[in-house]
C-alpha cells in the first residue's frame, strides 16, 4: 500500500534562505511523486513531478526535488526563499487506476516566510 | 486551456439539507476524481469518474454520491449533511488513461459550510 509523510507540519524560513520541505513516501509499486502548492482559498496547483527518468526534478517558480529511492524520500527545495512562496505544500503518491486510482497526500507543510 | 472549473465557490446549509456541486474539467480531459480537504483529515480521496462510470471510491458513507456526464461534466451530491461534512470540496481533472502518471489537475474548490 502507498502512503507519504511530511515531516513538519510548519516550517519557517528567512526571506532569501533556503527552503527545504521533507517527503517520504512508501511504495509498493513504483512510485509517481508530486507536489503542489495550496494558497489560502485556492485550490491545489502542480509543482512538479516525479515519473521516470531523471532523478532530480525541477518544477514551477524555482521549486526542484530529488527523488532518493534509497531513502524513500522526495524532498522538496528552494535555494532562496521569497515572501510569496509562503503557503501550504502537499506531497503526494499516485495509485495506479486499478488498484484505487487516486492520490493519497501527506498532511500537509505550512510555509511561513519571514522578511 | 481553460482550468478546472468548480461551482458555487461557497454554500452555507443546515444539518439534514442535500447539497449539489458541480465540476467542469479540462476539455479533453475524461476523468474527474473529488477530494474532501479538512483541517482534521487533510485530503481525502471520495471517487473518481471515468466515462460517465465510477471507477474507483474512496472510504466514504454512502450519503456522498456522484455521476459524470457525457461531456465529462461531474457532480457530487451530499444528502442528510452532518455537521462533519464542512469542507473544502476539491474536484481534479486528468486525461485520465490507465496510466498512473497522469497529472490531476485541481480547481479552486468550493467550500461548504454546513450549520
Known amino acids: 500500500a502507498q502512503s507519504v509523510t511530511q515531516l513538519g507540519s510548519h516550517v519557517s524560513v528567512s526571506e532569501g534562505a533556503l527552503v527545504l520541505l521533507r517527503c517520504n513516501y512508501s511504495?509498493?509499486?513504483?512510485?509517481?511523486l508530486f507536489w503542489y502548492v495550496q494558497y489560502p482559498n485556492q485550490g491545489l496547483q502542480l509543482l512538479l513531478k516525479?515519473?521516470?527518468?531523471?532523478?532530480l526534478v525541477k518544477g514551477i517558480n524555482g521549486f526542484e526535488a530529488e527523488f532518493k529511492k534509497s531513502e524513500t524520500s522526495f524532498h522538496l527545495t528552494k535555494p532562496s526563499a521569497h515572501m510569496s512562496d509562503a503557503a501550504e505544500y502537499f506531497c503526494?503518491?499516485?495509485?495506479?487506476?486499478?488498484?484505487?486510482?487516486?492520490?493519497?497526500f501527506g498532511q500537509g507543510t505550512e510555509l511561513s516566510v519571514k522578511p | 486551456k481553460a482550468g478546472v472549473t468548480q461551482t458555487p465557490r461557497y454554500l452555507i446549509k443546515t444539518r439534514g439539507q442535500q447539497v449539489t456541486l458541480s465540476c467542469s474539467p479540462i476539455?479533453?480531459?475524461?476523468?474527474v476524481s473529488w477530494y474532501q480537504q479538512t483541517p482534521g483529515q487533510g485530503l481525502q480521496f471520495l471517487f473518481e469518474y471515468f466515462s460517465e462510470t465510477q471507477r474507483n471510491k474512496g472510504n466514504f458513507p454512502g450519503r456522498f454520491s456522484g455521476r459524470q456526464f457525457s461531456n465529462s461534466r461531474s457532480e457530487m451530491n451530499v444528502s442528510t449533511l452532518e455537521l462533519g461534512d464542512s469542507a473544502l470540496y476539491l474536484c481534479a481533472s486528468s486525461p485520465g488513461g490507465a496510466a498512473s502518471t497522469d497529472t490531476q489537475y485541481f480547481g479552486p474548490g468550493t467550500r461548504l459550510t454546513v450549520l
Open positions: 516525479y515519473t521516470t527518468g531523471a532523478t
Open positions: 511504495s509498493s509499486v513504483p512510485p509517481y
Open positions: 476539455s479533453g480531459h475524461r476523468s
Open positions: 503526494a503518491v499516485s495509485v495506479p487506476y486499478n488498484q484505487g486510482g487516486k492520490l493519497i
